[in-house]
RNA sequence: GCCCCGCUAGCUCAGUUGGAUAGAGCAUCUGCCUUCUAAGCAGAGGGUCGGGGGUUCGAGUCCCUCGCGGGGCACCA
């Protein structure tokens, strides 16, 4: 049983289409969850689909394709009404499902998707110029989730934080350090926060004379101990939330092995450069006018300045370098970016960046996420953008020394990488006590408590679960919970969407806690009862959702706690 | 001005390539704890899916257009 029932399902109901005569490209016969319930699981327009290609009414094709479908190991029985192709799946298919999974425990909708492919995912990259705020926790957490699921579903994952080391943004930061220990202010465009000051009062016992010295000697010096510091504490923040990297790469190193030169050189022989009041340009439109023609994404994009006029270089050539670093020296397949929508106009820059070094494009992919702003004011109804320049943000390690990490996660997870986020920390903090994470915590809490309940009363359990035995449509609910789990996986490591884990967490643990409840009402529908046969038929069932709850938390990276 | 994202219940948000009466959580209201964990269960109310056109058997979903909000358009990252 790998895979997913609705793919199962869909196989079955194509070849159905074959066998009614449709012969070379089949539509696509739109099987997936039927809307409703009372008319089954699954459901197809596969009549409307065919109608045109087979010259019947939509209603006959569907007849006629329940007849001929044949259902894999009976999982499902199927019904015509008007042109759709309903799918009920049988109790003895969930009852089967139930063993399967408590057998397969944590590994149940662990797939092969990926057939090992080596590929990287970097996030949260955050300049190393302060703390990280709630804004790149929704990176960090977004990232990590994707993570988890590509290793979930077979690929080899490397997760890489990317340090921007060498820019002028810690140029900056370097020099505000430099200012407050001198006890003055930041220079204009320099780093204000409090925690400038403090990281000053750290270079002053940690670098001994560095005060003495002149800035040019001391501000290198300062940047490259507060970065060092900055990303000590990130390191710190990311680990609080359960997230973990591989490689901390920093910037700097693209030069010290000349990955970058040797990228700026390979793009001047291939005639991607330019100079132009004396700066280099990259413009990929230039290689048009030789008569190579451009892909039209690429075209578009502006020329961008790789080397400035005063001869330093800017990020986007050590950018160039670091896609070497991971397409060519370390030999990824893919490279998996997750950004915040702020940077994406820089994608088609990079995009044509790699196609200009010979790497395929599509094999860097873009994952943009939109931002959290903070929501303040009086009226609750200003959206203020933050900004680590300006000191105005909430640090992310406030928001989980006051909620705490699990519901950290759960929050940002719930939400799609499309919606905005209007922050407000104070009614995070109120509402944390509501945070949907707990329904689910408890949900698992009671399945262990419920089958430990069981061991204790009945020293002696069959081995094998009668699992037919569970035929009450609560036991059923969850069973049905089940069998949706792994195309959730499929769709979410396909998509690359980790939000849909936790909205399918909600449902099976409503399944779940309905399915406690059941017993609460009468006491025979108990999981622990006199009869040892249902007792054991019953434990079948929380083991199998146990395991299910866990691995979907464990993907979320949230916790799932024995007891609450 | 150009580009990207969003607009769905009072609030926060789901809704895979268009499918049959539009969903969840929170909030509000009504019931349920001598019982394996009440951080739970059952039920109720609540919607012109931002407005307007279009495409077709069928549109929250696709196209056009307008409005509102967020984010970009550097020799910053």
């Not at 007849?63 to 199927?78: F, H, M, Q």
């Not at 099976?508 to 399915?515: D, K, Q, S």
């Not at 079948?540 to 959702?545: F, M, T």
Request: hydrophobic share 40%.
């Amino acid at each position: 049983m790998t895979g997913s029932i609705r793919e199962r399902l869909d196989e079955a109901i194509r070849e159905a289409a074959r066998a009614l005569g449709v012969d070379g490209d089949l539509p696509d016969l739109e099987l997936g969850r039927a809307k409703s319930s009372e008319r089954g699981e699954y459901a197809s327009s596969a009549g409307m689909k065919l109608a045109r290609v087979l010259r019947q009414p939509p209603q006959q094709i569907a007849g006629r394709l329940a007849e001929t479908i044949a259902v894999p190991d009976g999982a499902a029985a199927v019904e015509a009404v008007g042109g759709y192709v309903n799918f009920r799946l049988t109790p003895q298919w969930l009852q089967k499902l139930v063993m399967h999974v408590a057998a397969t425990g944590p590994r149940y909708g662990a797939m092969d998707i990926g057939n090992g492919e080596r590929l990287q995912v970097e996030f949260a990259s955050v300049n190393p110029t302060g703390p990280m705020h709630i804004g790149h926790g929704r990176g960090a957490i977004l990232g990590d989730s994707i993570c988890r699921l590509l290793e979930f579903t077979g690929h080899q994952v490397q997760r890489e934080y990317y340090v921007n080391s060498d820019n002028t943004q810690t140029r900056r930061f370097g020099a505000s350090v430099y200012a407050r220990l001198h006890g003055q202010e930041p220079p204009e465009g320099g780093y204000v926060g409090e925690y400038v000051t403090q990281l000053g009062e750290m270079a002053r016992h940690d670098l001994p004379g560095v005060e003495q010295l002149p800035e040019a000697e001391a501000e290198p010096k300062l940047r490259m101990f507060a970065m060092e510091k900055v990303i000590d504490q990130t390191k710190a923040t990311v680990a609080r939330l359960n997230i973990r990297y591989d490689e901390w790469f920093w910037e700097n190193t693209v030069w010290e092995t000349g990955l970058a030169q040797g990228a700026i050189e390979r793009l001047r022989e291939s005639g991607y450069l330019k100079e132009r009041d004396g700066a280099l340009w990259f413009g990929p439109a230039l290689q048009e006018l030789e008569g190579e023609p451009v892909q039209k994404e690429l075209a578009e994009e502006e020329d961008r300045v790789v080397i400035r006029s005063n001869g330093q270089p800017t990020y986007f050539a050590s950018d160039l370098g670091y896609l070497l670093s991971r397409f060519e020296v370390r030999g990824f397949n893919r490279v998996i970016e997750v950004w915040a929508a702020d940077h994406h106009g820089y994608v088609p820059r990079m995009k044509s960046a790699a196609a200009a070094l010979g790497i395929d494009p599509a094999k860097l992919v873009v994952i943009l996420h939109q931002m959290v702003n903070l929501k303040e004011g009086a009226a609750g109804s200003a959206s203020i953008k933050m900004s680590k320049r300006a000191g105005r943000f909430v640090m992310l390690d406030e928001l989980i020394d006051r909620v705490g990490s699990d519901p950290v996660r759960y929050f940002y997870l719930l939400r799609s990488p499309d919606t905005t986020i209007e922050f407000d920390l104070e009614l995070a903090v109120t509402q944390s006590n509501e945070n949907p994470v707990y329904y689910a915590q408890y949900a698992h809490a009671r399945l262990v408590n419920v089958e430990a309940t069981a061991l204790e009363k009945h020293s002696r359990l069959p081995e094998q679960a009668d699992v037919s035995l569970l035929v009450e449509p609560w036991e059923l609910d969850v069973a049905r919970q089940l069998a949706f789990w792994p195309e959730v996986v499929e769709d979410a490591v396909r998509l690359l969407e980790p939000h849909r884990i936790p909205y399918y967490v909600q449902d099976l643990a409503t399944a779940v806690h309905r399915f406690y409840h059941a017993g609460n009402e009468r006491s025979e529908h108990r999981v622990v009862v006199d009869d040892v046969d249902l007792t054991r038929a019953r434990l079948e069932l929380c083991r199998a959702a146990r395991h299910t709850l866990k691995t979907a938390l464990d993907l979320m990276g949230v916790s799932a706690p024995d007891r609450m």
